[in-house]
């Protein structure tokens, strides 16, 4: 990241920047989180905090760690509205250490990923109204249908420390998403919706799923 030295501002946003880049964001019990899972082998647990229900200092919590996401995916703000009716998940390790965070939100409708890796895939995509969402890995665009279908939860962040990557904790994150969203009722994993997914986040989309016809949203 650029700055100007000497300025006050930019030299403690870089100071912040540079301490949460080496030590990561530290989560300490709040009085309104909900433990969903604890995991003993690395002294942690996944909790909840339901952002239209919490005190202050947990809704500061969720924002100083959507920040800390938002640069690290190159995500835009989120609107104070959007963040209403938002439900963050946090996966803990070593008592206080942030290693994985998921937002999710209520949405109304969404949109199937157009598949377009087989000849005959690519033969009925012709067929369908659809809009490029993104571009995949190896350049070629990510599209949809522009059919609206009907939707409830879209996950508009999901995030994993470097350094515990590919140890399932994303997967654990959606799981518990789809668990406690919607309160007495667990969804399949193609009833989640992504926001406008990388490569690399079509990639997991499509394994964690089952399938390459996901569901989209705008977020």
């Not at 994985?100 to 012709?126: C, M, P, T």
């Not at 420390?161 to 799981?175: E, G, N, P, Q, S």
Request: glycine share 6%.
């Amino acid at each position: 990241m650029s700055y100007v030295q000497g300025t006050l501002a930019d030299d403690t946003l870089h100071t912040n920047f540079h301490r949460l880049t080496l030590e990561g964001i530290k989560y300490h019990s709040y009085q309104d989180e909900i433990t969903l899972e604890t995991i003993p082998e690395i002294n942690g647990r996944v909790v909840l905090l339901v952002y239209n229900e919490t005190r202050f200092f947990e809704k500061l919590k969720i924002k100083n760690t959507i920040e800390w996401v938002n640069l690290e995916l190159g995500a835009v703000e989120m609107t104070e509205e959007k963040l209403k009716m938002s439900k963050a998940y946090f996966y803990v390790a070593n008592k206080y250490d942030i290693v994985g965070f998921a937002l999710a939100v209520r949405i109304e409708k969404a949109y199937r990923v157009v598949d377009s890796s087989s000849e005959n895939a690519q033969n009925e995509s012709r067929k369908v109204s659809k809009l490029q969402i993104g571009n995949d890995n190896d350049g070629s665009g990510i599209f949809c249908s522009t059919k609206p279908l009907r939707a409830a939860c879209g996950i508009s962040r999901l995030w994993v420390k470097r350094d515990y990557r590919r140890k399932k904790i994303a997967t654990k994150l959606l799981d518990s998403v789809r668990k406690n969203f919607i309160y007495g009722c667990e969804l399949k994993p193609d009833e989640v919706a992504f926001s406008q997914p990388s490569g690399d986040g079509k990639a997991f989309a499509s394994q964690y799923t089952g399938t390459r016809e996901f569901l989209v949203y705008a977020d």
